[in-house]
């Protein structure tokens, strides 16, 4: 009869064990997202991290993660006039080639579509509804729907869609969430709509944790909460103007936009006008957290002045105090000037 025997490595022994690496190849890496993704991957020793700058290269080596980003790079494909569909099915080709059995795609939360009787929030199960103006929402839909494509076509496949809202950073907001940003809060009525804007460090740290624990499915990613749209337009510093009705204001922003003397591109123009608001209900439940606000997000994005963030309880306070330390200086002025003319007599 056979004996087993207990065998105990030790540390040295364990810490020689070769460390399964995975490898991950990103695209859109030179953007600051990409940046971002690329440096908290490669921190980390157990993935093996290859760039591809744009979303129409070509994987060439043994992948096990295709990232892709690049779709969400807008201002590289508009400067490139692409498509944020150019290059994904040869990706996935590749990653198949290659042995890939995990994509996460960087898409949108446009991708639901901005439209008055939309829920609120809106889920992961809501219907999409891209804007039929707006032709980069729906090239993202198309790209998402590439891979669910592939994902469906082998056994053993997962694929996470990642649907941020606007994403922005010191270093890094695109013409689109500029437009945006500049767009929300502006109309100075009942109907004004309510925003979200997430930082590009929580992101990061969402599409690092797609890879790390494998997710499939689709997972919006936001703040919590929103931010009201007067609160945007006191963030703007916006002065009050005069509302014009809706068609009057369209053919204007259409003028100003056509000479450049304007913010809002003619398909944007409904996602300033109607909610679209999303949860991050599912994303936190995998452990995700944002650790920047809405407010916080949109002034360092914009630029917007840091006092605009103070409560009207915080400006009164420090109005106060600047009160109190003029006072002080007039009083303490006084008493010297009072001193020194009794010493003159």
């Not at 994403?167 to 500049?182: P, Q």
């Not at 606000?293 to 103070?310: H, P, Y």
Request: glycine letters at 8%; charged letters at 20%; proline letters at 6%.
């Amino acid at each position: 009869m056979s004996r087993i025997v207990a065998f105990t490595p030790t540390s040295d022994e364990i810490d020689a064990r070769p460390v399964q690496v995975t490898k991950v190849v990103v695209t859109g890496a030179l953007w600051p997202l990409g940046r971002r993704v690329v440096k908290l991957l490669s921190a980390d020793s157990s993935f093996e991290v290859t760039q591809i700058s744009r979303g129409d290269g070509v994987i060439e080596d043994d992948v096990d993660v295709l990232v892709h980003l690049a779709p969400g790079d807008h201002d590289a494909l508009a400067a490139g006039g692409r498509s944020a569909v150019v290059g994904t099915p040869e990706l996935l080709e590749g990653a198949s080639r290659f042995g890939a059995t995990h994509v996460v795609l960087l898409s949108s939360a446009m991708v639901y579509g901005a439209w008055p009787n939309n829920p609120i929030p809106l889920t992961e199960d809501t219907v999409l509804r891209p804007d039929s103006g707006f032709a980069f929402a729906r090239q993202l839909a198309t790209g998402e729907q590439l891979v669910d494509d592939w994902r469906d076509a082998l056994e053993g496949r997962e694929a996470c869609v990642l649907r941020p809202v606007p994403a922005m950073a010191s270093d890094g907001s695109s013409s689109l969430v500029r437009a945006l940003a500049a767009g929300m809060g502006g109309r100075l009525g009942e109907d004004d709509v309510p925003a979200q804007f997430l930082h590009l460090d929580d992101l990061a740290d969402a599409v690092v944790l797609a890879v790390k624990k494998r997710l499939n499915g689709v997972y919006n990613v936001a703040p919590d909460g929103f931010v009201p749209s007067s609160r945007v337009r006191s963030l703007w510093g916006m002065a009050p103007r005069l509302r014009l009705p809706d068609r009057l204001s369209e053919s204007l922003s259409d003028w100003r936009w056509r000479f450049q003397r304007g913010p809002i591109p003619p398909g944007l123009r409904p996602y300033v006008r109607s909610t679209w608001l999303v949860s991050n209900g599912r994303l936190r439940a995998e452990g995700w957290a944002p650790t920047v606000t809405n407010e916080q997000a949109f002034v360092e994005g914009t630029n917007a002045k840091w006092w605009t963030m103070l409560t009207p309880k915080r400006k009164q306070e420090i109005s106060l105090g600047v009160m109190s330390v003029a006072v002080i200086m007039i009083v303490v002025t006084a008493l010297r000037s009072l001193s020194k003319y009794q010493r003159q007599r």
